[in-house]
């Protein structure tokens, strides 16, 4: 009796799978797309109603590109890009059309032996499901690894948990490995839709930007004052903080508005001096700014229009000392880049912070010093009322030091999430 019992409650497990499956196929099918380049095909899903997501890759060197709704020979123009990430291999594509049915994104943490469904275009067979489980989270590799079939075409589905959420974007599989698929988890898709542009970018690469507002989706080739695409998002989970893994580069603030660029020790000076935000390139030469971002005054950072993206602020002197002792001893060593410093005073970036020696600008006389040897860092806290708190790494020292500058001063910005 309990053999039949066991037996019964298996069969209804498996049979409530099979429904399950089916029910989240008729669901969520139209919400996923069949996405063709002039380099090949691959897979999408639309995340809101004129956006999809995919992979990086399926639009790498891609020139054009259209979508085809599942069940359908509709095909819709892809405008162009709002955001990507080459790092993690996603991109967000903005098309022409409005009518799209979002997936959601699930908040819930995925554990090994769940239950998944992968729909995609392998070979370009679009609509495809395939069924697996969560064989591993690859911490390494900052994966889901699942054993649900993705073949050539399948790259940037939608994979969902058992209750029709999205949990992660297929990204592929080890050739010649027997079901060793992995998924981009959603969170990390999440991130990178704060960073979203109003305006597409050209998949050409020419660098013109598509004017989505005008009805003849005219193309222009200046940006528009208050929104610029992101190319590139880097970030870093240390402990329970997630951080930017990159220098603040913006010369806007969250809001669209036009932060100054202090292009002379003149105009420097007179923002201090008048208490307004001002950001500068190291030596004034734009050069430096591709690598080490901007330098900023903490007018600029406690700016109440936002310095950050939404989603995101400049750490307090608190949240800094709460990375510094989760790192213990040799913090710096850990934070500082395993490249760009000055005779032998490399990291180990064992943390992935990635800081590098961007220099500071002195708070008098506007000039700087330190780019290659030092690297300085604003928190939000004031030490007093002409001085802030924040973090410095040097070429000589493996610690994490926690100096207070003038507010005039010029310093590195890293982000870090709410």
């Keep these: 009796m309990i053999l039949l019992a066991s037996l019964f409650v298996l069969l209804s497990a498996n049979l409530f799978g099979q429904n399950a499956a089916s029910l989240i196929y008729q669901k969520a099918v139209n919400s996923v797309v069949t996405i063709e380049t002039n380099e090949g095909l691959g897979s999408g899903f639309f995340i809101q109603k004129n956006l999809v997501a995919t992979n990086y890759h399926v639009i790498e060197d891609a020139n054009s590109a259209v979508i085809y709704l599942n069940n359908t020979n509709t095909s819709y123009e892809v405008e162009g890009y709002v955001a990507l990430d080459e790092q993690n291999d996603l991109a967000i594509l903005k098309v022409k059309y409005d009518a799209g049915v979002p997936l959601k994104l699930s908040q819930t943490m ?45 790259s940037g589905g939608p994979v969902f948990n058992i209750t029709g959420e999205v949990i992660g974007v297929a990204v592929g599989g080890i050739e010649n490995g027997q079901n060793l698929n992995f998924a981009i988890p959603a969170k990390t898709l999440e991130n990178l839709l704060l960073f979203k542009s109003s305006y597409a970018k050209s998949l050409s690469g020419n660098n013109q930007y598509i004017d989505g507002s005008q009805s003849n989706s005219t193309i222009n080739n200046t940006p528009p004052t208050n929104s610029k695409p992101i190319t590139s998002i880097k970030q870093v989970q240390i402990g329970t903080q997630i ?76 949240e800094w000392t709460i990375l ?93 999430r709410d």
């Design 110 to 154: 995925v554990k090994q032996g769940d239950d998944v469904l992968v729909i995609g275009s392998p070979k370009g067979l679009a609509a495809t499901i395939t069924k697996g489980i969560v064989s591993n989270l690859n911490a390494e590799l900052k994966l889901i690894q699942i054993d649900a079939a993705i073949s050539h075409g399948s």
């Design 243 to 318: 951080w930017m893994a990159q220098n603040s580069n913006v010369d806007h603030f969250r809001n669209g508005s036009l932060i100054p660029q202090a292009r002379t020790d003149e105009e420097w000076l007179e923002a201090g001096d008048n208490h307004l935000p001002a950001w500068c390139y190291y030596n004034n030469d734009p050069a430096y700014g591709e690598k080490y971002g901007k330098l900023y005054n903490w007018y600029a950072v406690m700016d109440s229009r936002g310095l950050c993206p939404t989603g995101w602020h400049v750490p307090s002197d608190a």
């Design 324 to 416: 510094e002792n989760y790192l213990g001893s040799e913090a710096g060593t850990k934070l500082k880049a395993s490249y760009g410093w000055y005779e032998g005073g490399n990291g180990t970036n064992s943390s992935g912070f990635s800081g590098l020696p961007g220099g500071y600008r002195y708070s008098h006389l506007g000039f700087f010093n330190g780019v290659g040897f030092f690297g300085y860092w604003w928190s939000s806290t004031e030490s007093s009322s002409t001085s802030a708190w924040g973090r410095a790494l040097g070429y000589n020292d493996g610690g994490a030091n926690r100096p207070n500058y003038s507010k005039r001063s010029g310093f590195s910005v890293l982000c870090l």
